[in-house]
T-cell receptor, first 113, second 116 residues
Framework: AQSVTQLGSHVSVSEGALVLLRCNYS??????LFWYVQYPNQGLQLLLK??????LVKGINGFEAEFKKSETSFHLTKPSAHMSDAAEYFC???????????FGTGTRLQVFP | DTAVSQTPKYLVTQMGNDKSIKCEQN?????MYWYKQDSKKFLKIMFS???????INETVPNRFSPKSPDKAHLNLHINSLELGDSAVYFC???????????????FGEGSRLTVL
C-alpha cells in the first residue's frame, strides 16, 4: 500500500531562513507526488507536483521539491522564508493516473520575524 | 468566482440528528471527492464520484451517504450523527481523462461540523 511520511509535525524558522519540509514515500510503482498547502481556515491548494518528468519540480511562491528515488524522498524547500509562508503543508502520493491521493499527516510551518 | 464552494461553512448540531453538506464546482471537472480532516489535521478520503458514478468508497459507515445529482454537485448526507463525526469535511474536484487523473485536486474551504 502506498503511504507518505512527513518527518516533523512542526517546523519553525526565522524569516529569511531556509525552509526544509521532509517527505518520504512508500510505493510499489512509480508514484505521482504532491505538496499541498493549507492556510488557516482554508482548503488545500496545490504547491507543486511530480509526475515522472523532471526530478526537480518548481512550484508556486518560490517553493521547489526534488524527487530522489534512491532515498524515496520528496522534500520541499524554499531558500528564504516569508511570514506569509506560515501554514500547514501536506505531502501526498497517488498511483500514476488514479484519483486516490494519500496524504501525509502534515507539517505546520511557523515563521518568526 | 469561487471554484469549489461548500455550504454551510459551520454546522453545530446534536447527536442523533441528520445533516447535509452541499458542494458545487464551476470548473467543469468530472470527478468530485469528499475528504474528512480530523482534529489532528489528518486528511482521509471518503468518497469520489466520476460523472455521477461512485468510484471510491473508503469503508465509511453507512450513515454517510453521498449524492451526485450532476457532475457539478456532490452532496454529503449524514444520518444519526455521532460525536466522532466532528471534523472538517472538504469537498474537492479534479479533471480526469478516461482513467487518467492529473492528481491535482481543487478544494473547497471546508465545512466544520461539531456534534454535541
Amino acid at each position: 500500500a502506498q503511504s507518505v511520511t512527513q518527518l516533523g509535525s512542526h517546523v519553525s524558522v526565522s524569516e529569511g531562513a531556509l525552509v526544509l519540509l521532509r517527505c518520504n514515500y512508500s510505493s510499489s510503482v512509480p508514484p505521482y507526488l504532491f505538496w499541498y498547502v493549507q492556510y488557516p481556515n482554508q482548503g488545500l491548494q496545490l504547491l507543486l507536483k511530480y509526475t515522472s518528468a523532471a526530478t526537480l519540480v518548481k512550484g508556486i511562491n518560490g517553493f521547489e521539491a526534488e524527487f530522489k528515488k534512491s532515498e524515496t524522498s520528496f522534500h520541499l524547500t524554499k531558500p528564504s522564508a516569508h511570514m506569509s509562508d506560515a501554514a500547514e503543508y501536506f505531502c501526498a502520493v497517488s498511483d500514476q493516473g488514479t484519483d486516490k491521493l494519500i496524504f501525509g499527516t502534515g507539517t505546520r510551518l511557523q515563521v518568526f520575524p | 468566482d469561487t471554484a469549489v464552494s461548500q455550504t454551510p461553512k459551520y454546522l453545530v448540531t446534536q447527536m442523533g440528528n441528520d445533516k447535509s453538506i452541499k458542494c458545487e464546482q464551476n470548473l467543469g471537472h468530472d470527478t468530485m471527492y469528499w475528504y474528512k480532516q480530523d482534529s489532528k489535521k489528518f486528511l482521509k478520503i471518503m468518497f469520489s464520484y466520476n460523472n455521477k458514478e461512485l468510484i471510491i468508497n473508503e469503508t465509511v459507515p453507512n450513515r454517510f451517504s453521498p449524492k451526485s445529482p450532476d457532475k457539478a454537485h456532490l452532496n454529503l448526507h449524514i444520518n444519526s450523527l455521532e460525536l466522532g463525526d466532528s471534523a472538517v469535511y472538504f469537498c474537492a474536484s479534479s479533471q480526469t481523462s478516461g482513467f487518467l487523473s492529473t492528481g491535482e485536486l481543487f478544494f473547497g474551504e471546508g465545512s466544520r461540523l461539531t456534534v454535541l
